[in-house]
T-cell receptor
Framework: DAGVTQSPTHLIKTRGQQVTLRCSPKSGHDTVSWYQQALGQGPQFIFQYYEEEERQRGNFPDRFSGHQFPNYSSELNVNALLLGDSALYLC?????????????FGSGTRLTVV | SQQGEEDPQALSIQEGENATMNCSYKTSINNLQWYRQNSGRGLVHLIL?????REKHSGRLRVTLDTSKKSSSLLITASRAADTASYFC????????????FGKGTSLLVTP
């Protein structure tokens, strides 16, 4: 049973560039959430997608955008990268758009902005 | 901003000992969840306790929740070297159905 799959695992980008991260949810899950985890910190909620729409958004600027496809997979896009965007980006999937059950997390994409 | 705060920030014990981690939070919640993270990789869901529950067990894990004090504790009994990881509590706020708010985590080191 495949869990949450994220790609790529590591990425190095230059300030000002744009990046796209990808996530395939666990089989049977229809909701995808994205989190940013800076070094030494806990994950911070970016946004959640359900039925191809953004259901909730955390305190992140518009440079962060996303998309969910009909097969429930999702992309996270970050424009005009800043050094402070360097972090581990985690995708989490769940069934139905609710936090009332545990989430299944992927292994993350480590983004380094230089 | 972080919603929860784990205590202690770091904990070092020997195999066979029990490890206790605490979590405090600020707003009313639907549930509280504990996750484990190995070496900065993905988080693994350990246990979920709902706001109307006071204690829950899963294998060597015991979680308590005190909503009046807005606090929770995670007890790992008979720790093993493989338990070495960072542990995070995450709250699902009552006024927000989707997002989890994580603390900064407790780093647990279990030595043989």
């Amino acid at each position: 049973d495949a869990g949450v799959t994220q790609s790529p695992t590591h990425l190095i980008k230059t300030r000002g560039q744009q990046v796209t991260l990808r996530c395939s949810p666990k089989s049977g899950h229809d909701t995808v959430s994205w989190y940013q985890q800076a070094l030494g910190q806990g994950p911070q909620f970016i946004f959640q997608y359900y039925e191809e729409e953004e259901r909730q958004r955390g305190n992140f600027p518009d440079r962060f955008s996303g998309h969910q496809f009909p097969n429930y997979s999702s992309e996270l896009n970050v424009n005009a990268l800043l050094l402070g965007d360097s972090a581990l980006y985690l995708c989490a999937s769940s069934f139905l758009s609710t936090a009332n059950y545990g989430y299944t997390f992927g292994s993350g994409t480590r983004l380094t902005v230089v | 901003s972080q919603q929860g705060e784990e205590d202690p920030q770091a904990l070092s014990i020997q195999e066979g000992e029990n490890a206790t981690m605490n979590c405090s939070y600020k707003t009313s919640i639907n549930n509280l969840q504990w996750y484990r993270q190995n070496s900065g990789r993905g988080l693994v869901h350990l246990i979920l306790i709902r706001s109307n529950e006071r204690e829950k067990h899963s294998g060597r894990l015991r979680v308590t929740l005190d909503t009046s004090k807005k606090s929770s504790s995670l007890l790992i009994t008979a720790s093993r070297a493989a338990d070495t990881a960072s542990y995070f509590c995450a709250t699902a706020p009552s006024n927000s159905g989707y997002a989890l708010n994580f603390g900064k985590g407790t780093s647990l080191l279990v030595t043989p």
